[in-house]
């Protein structure tokens, strides 16, 4: 099986809390190879465009205004069965849900500020990685 490519997002609460190191280590343990990653603040505008499919939910702007509230490190991850194998790793949304050891149930406070973003498909996994990253800055070798 070939390696696929997830994106990953250690959202506002992650670096508030001073967990980067903490998530990312527990990423690398679990056999992901980083292939890209930053520090970003977003807008409003970059936040409503990359979270566009949830517009008409009730939350929308909710989490637009969390994922502007303070910097963001999105990554690209990448190995096999990358997709389902992270959002197993981060655990559900809602860390009340979650399983135990996974990094929502260990470090997220509630369903709105969970610690992580995961895509929820392979395409969407492509498609959210070039909304960050354009495919030159993406490593695709190493580490």
Excluded: W
């Excluded at 690398?28 to 970003?40: C, H, S, T």
Aim: charged share 30%; net charge negative.
């Amino acid at each position: 099986m070939a390696a696929e490519r997830t994106l990953a997002i250690l959202k506002p609460d992650c670096v508030r809390k001073d967990l980067i190191g903490e998530v990312t280590r527990r990423i690398q343990e679990a056999g992901f190879k980083i292939r890209a990653m930053k520090l970003v603040q977003l807008s409003r505008a970059e936040a409503e465009g990359f979270y566009a499919v949830h517009k008409e939910r009730p939350f929308f702007g909710e989490l637009v205004d969390f994922m502007t509230s303070g910097p963001c490190v999105p990554m690209v991850l990448e190995k096999e069965n990358a997709v389902a194998d992270y959002r197993t790793l981060i655990g559900a949304t809602d860390p009340e849900e979650a399983a135990e050891g996974t990094i929502r149930k260990l470090f997220a406070d509630n369903k709105g500020q969970n610690i992580a973003h995961g895509s929820d498909s392979i395409e969407n996994g492509r498609l959210e990685a070039n909304y960050f990253f354009p495919e030159f800055e993406i490593i695709n070798n190493g580490g």
